[in-house]
C-alpha cells in the first residue's frame, strides 16, 4: 500500500492512498478513533470560524469534527444531515449529493424540527475533506431550505479543484496522486 505523509493541524500523519479509477487515487483522511487530531483539528478550524449559533456536518466523517468543535466552543447542539430517515425524526428535508468517494447519488435527509431550529440562525458548514463540493453544495440547500443562514464552510482538508476556491477555509491542501503514489500537478 502507498502512503501521503503530512502535518495536519500540527500532527504528523501516514493517508493510505485508495483508487477512484485506474488513473486517480487520493489520500484516505479518516478521524474516526483519532481523539488527538479530532481535537486539534477541531481547535484550529474554531480559530478560523466566523461566528455562527450552530454548525451542521454530514453523515457520516464529518460527525466527530463537528461534535468536537461544538464542545469546545461550549455549543449545546450541532445539526447532522444523515443519508437516510430515521424512525425519529417528525419529518425531513432531503437533497441530492453525488460524493468522490460514493459510487451511486446519495440522499441528505434534515430533521424538520432541526429545521425549526435553523431557521433564522447563523449555520456553520462542517466537513473532513471537501473534493468536488457536492456534498458542501447539498448541505447549503438543507440550509436554505430550512430558512437558515450559512456563515461559513470549513474543512480539515481540501483536495483538487477545492483548493482554489475562495467560499471555504480549509487547514491543508491534500494532493490528488497517480496510480504510483505520486502527486498530480
Known amino acids: 500500500m ?3 505523509n503530512m502535518k ?3 500532527l504528523d500523519r501516514k493517508l493510505p ?3 477512484v479509477n485506474e488513473n486517480l487515487y487520493i489520500g484516505a483522511f479518516v478521524m474516526f478513533g483519532d481523539t488527538e487530531l479530532t481535537t486539534a483539528c477541531a481547535e484550529e478550524l474554531l480559530k478560523k470560524a466566523p461566528e455562527y449559533d450552530y454548525i451542521l456536518t454530514a453523515e457520516a466523517k464529518g460527525i466527530p469534527l463537528a461534535h468536537e468543535m461544538a464542545r469546545l ?3 449545546s447542539y450541532y445539526f447532522l444531515a444523515r443519508k437516510a430517515p430515521k424512525l425519529y425524526m417528525t419529518g425531513v428535508l432531503e ?3 453525488r460524493s468522490i468517494t460514493t459510487d451511486a447519488e446519495q440522499k441528505l435527509f434534515l430533521d424538520t424540527a432541526d429545521a425549526e431550529l435553523m431557521k433564522g440562525k447563523r449555520v456553520l458548514i ?3 475533506v471537501i473534493s468536488t463540493g457536492e456534498s458542501l453544495y447539498a448541505l447549503e440547500q438543507l440550509v436554505n431550505t430550512a430558512g437558515g443562514i450559512t456563515v461559513g464552510k470549513m474543512t480539515v482538508l481540501a483536495e ?3 483548493q482554489d476556491r475562495n467560499d471555504i477555509t480549509y487547514l491543508e491542501k491534500l494532493p490528488l ?3 504510483d503514489g505520486t502527486v498530480i500537478e
Open 160 to 162: 483538487g479543484d477545492a
Open 8 to 10: 495536519i493541524a500540527g
Open 73 to 75: 466552543n461550549g455549543d
Open 2 to 4: 502507498l502512503y501521503h
Open 177 to 179: 496522486f497517480k496510480p
Open 126 to 128: 462542517v466537513d473532513d
Open 17 to 19: 492512498l485508495c483508487p
Open 95 to 97: 437533497v441530492n449529493v
